[in-house]
């Protein structure tokens, strides 16, 4: 384990369905972001969380809605999804969002929407 | 915002030889720029990364050289083996914001025994 814990691992759901993942980080970082992985494209940045608050929404459906309690915990609440939001969806912590400070990936949900 | 361009998208080379994977980027203003490896079903790790104050940096066997003028950094790997395998992303980080890291598409690199 890196110190980024994700849950679940696998997550299948239908269009109609509400779901969360969850990501903890045991490092003490600031700073916490979502990322979104599918095939062929790169991984593309969704939120920022800097000491729990929320820097950037880089223009995600609000389908997608985030939540972060603390700095050790972010969620993502998906409902009414399509099967295009189907990707791995990676939680990442650093230090801060200043640069320079490099990311800790945790392993991501693989989310497959039917 | 900031734009990753990274190539080859796939590069195969045979074990022992170098590998280099290229990337360019649009905002001048961006000043970190990290490489992670991503083994099939693994997550992304950091295994380098460079500031802009700096032109070269070296650990072992791989080094990450950046051309702030020309707004493009390289991977390089020497002595490549089995377990370098993977896919490596570069990224970009805009110096100062609230922004996160622009990821660049990614390089497959097979090394060929």
């Known amino acids: 384990e890196t110190g980024v814990t994700q849950t679940p691992r696998h997550l299948v759901m239908g269009m109609t369905n509400k779901k969360s993942l969850k990501c903890e980080q045991h490092l003490g970082h600031n700073a916490m972001y979502w990322y979104k992985q599918s095939a062929k494209k790169p991984l593309e940045l969704m939120f920022v969380?800097?000491?729990?608050?929320q820097t950037e929404n880089n223009s995600v459906p609000s389908r997608f809605s985030p939540e972060c309690p603390n700095s050790s915990h972010l969620f993502l609440h998906l409902h009414t999804l399509q099967p295009e939001d189907s990707a791995l969806y990676l939680c990442?912590?650093?230090?801060?969002?200043?640069w320079g400070y490099g990311y800790t990936f945790g392993s991501g949900t693989r989310l497959t929407v039917v | 915002g900031e734009n990753v361009e990274q190539h080859p998208s796939t590069l195969s080379v045979q074990e022992g030889d170098s590998a280099v994977i290229k990337c360019t980027y649009s905002d001048s203003a961006s000043n970190y720029f990290p490489w992670y490896k991503q083994e099939l079903g693994k997550r992304p790790q950091l295994i380098i990364d460079i500031r802009s104050n700096v032109g070269e940096k070296k650990d072992q066997r791989i080094a990450v050289t950046l051309n702030k003028t020309a707004k493009h950094f390289s991977l390089h790997i020497t002595e490549t083996q089995p377990e370098d395998s993977a896919v490596y992303f570069c990224?970009?980080?805009?110096?100062?914001?609230?922004?996160?890291?622009?990821f660049g598409k990614g390089t497959h690199l097979i090394i060929q025994p």
């Open positions: 990224a970009a980080h805009s110096g100062g914001g609230a922004d996160g890291l622009t």
């Open positions: 990442a912590s650093s230090q801060g969002v200043e």
């Open positions: 969380y800097n000491f729990k608050e």
